[in-house]
Structures are given as structure tokens and as C-alpha cells.
């Protein structure tokens, strides 16, 4: 089992998925291989549903948050998945797996206030370029993390106003960027000599791509230089957009496509906190309302 959980991680390697997915996957698994070692259960056909939920009920004794027993779960469904894939086994046993429901939580978001706030919170230093461009373009154009750091110099199209995004399943979309943010990078490029359309966009002070996590820890940086009074992570600036194209007009469909989603149900959510945009159709169209009096 344990050659098996390696191929499976190098397989993970060559899917386009993001350093902090790889990461968890990485990490559950091997925590899965340590329980079922320490039980001398090393062989694939040890992989079945009553050894699935022992070693569930094991780590649920931690008292973990629900999140985080669900990623768990998900990264063995991906293994068995993939072992069933290869017939390695002969029942996948999640189709006997009834997994709990992942509690639906509201994305965090910025106001409109803190959002420009945020842009101009980055102080003349050796980095005010880059980073002045990170966030610009992350509010202008909502793309994740990995989405960000894996664009290279070639990928923004500084005459048309769009990036070349690669998302989740190695898709390929076209996002609109603003004018603001296209400035914002065409002077952090000019701060690096004879840059190629096949170098990183964003790179590191040892000139390397810059990572998931470095690009993490600056907008954290720069969120407390901005006084934002709450955690702010690069997936807050993504709804943060999501949120307050809604809020100004953008219709669902378009933004299902900016956003990268594979069903527009992953970009309803986003309806459930655009009540300021409702709250001015409603106070337009009512007839009893002060506004229309």
C-alpha cells in the first residue's frame, strides 16, 4: 500500500493542483499509512471500508474540525479512486461511504472601503512594485492563489486586458483585468530587465516563481499596514471581486466564467451576500418605498 500511496502522490504532481492541496493530500495519507502500519495492515487489499472507518474513528478521538475530517475523507476517496482506476481493487469502497456534509459557510469578503483601502497599502520598499501589482490584479480579476503564482510574463495581454489563466483540471480561461492593475504590472515589469514570455510573472527576492505561500504572507502583511481588523488571505480577495461585481450588476453567468467555476452552483453563493445590490432594486421597484417617493 505504501508504493501505491507514492504513486499516487507523484500522479497528484502532474494535475495542476495547487501547493496547499498537494500539501493536505500529502499529509492525510500519510497519516493513513502510519495507522494502518502500526496495525500491519500494508497490503492494498487492507484498503476497505471497515479499515476506512476505524482509522476515521481514530482521528475523530482528536476532536479535529469538521473541515478538516472532510479533507481527510475526500484524500482517501481520491486513493481509492485512483486504486479502483488501476484495478487494484476490486470495490471501491466509497460507494458504500456515506460521508458527512460539508457545512455551507458565507465567503468572507471586503468591503468596497477596505478593498481600496488594501491597494494603497503597500509602502515604497524593494517590493512596492510586485506587490502593488499582486493585489490589483487579484481584486481586478478574482483568480486563485496557485492561478496567480503559475502565470507567467506572456500571459497578460496588455493590449487586449485579459490574463491566460490555467485553472483546476488544467482549463484554460481568459479574464478580464482592469486598467488600474494592467498599469500596475506593466510598472512592476519594467522594474526587471529583458523579461521573457516564458519567465514567472510574480518571482521571489532569490528570483524564483514566487510560491502560494509567499504570495499568502504578503497580502497578510499588507492587510495589517491597511488596518483590515480580521484575517485576509488571497481567497478574500476572490470573493471579495466575486461579491462586488454582483453588488454592481454582473450577472451570474459571466461571473461563473471569470471565476473559473464548473457549475454555476459554486457561484450562487456569492447571491447570499450581495444584499446590498437587492436592497437598491428593492428600494427602486417598490412603491411604497422612501426611494421612490
Known sequence: MLKQIENFTLNLQGR????HTLRAYGEDLEAFAAYMSLR??????????????AYLAYENLKELSRPTMLRKISSLRSFARFLANRGLIKINPFTLFAAPKREKKLPSFLTEQEAGNLMQAEPSHRFHFRNTAILELLYSSGLRRSEAVGLNAGDVNFQEGYVKVLGKGNKERLVPVT???LEALSNYLATRPQVKAQDPLFISSKGVRLSGEGLA???????????????ITPHSLRHSFATHLLNNGCDLKSL??????KSLSATQVYTHVSLER????????????????
Do not use: T
Open 16 to 19: 495542476n493542483l495547487s501547493e
Open 40 to 53: 500491519s495492515l500494508l497490503s492494498v487489499k487492507d484498503f476497505n471500508l471497515k479499515n476506512i472507518r
Open 179 to 181: 486598467d488600474i492593475a
Open 217 to 231: 504572507q504578503m497580502i497578510k502583511k499588507s492587510a495589517v499596514k491597511s488596518h483590515v481588523a480580521r484575517k
Open 256 to 261: 461563473q466564467e471569470m471565476l473559473g467555476h
Open 278 to 293: 437587492l436592497k437598491k432594486v428593492y428600494n427602486c421597484a417598490h412603491p411604497e418605498s422612501e426611494v421612490k417617493k
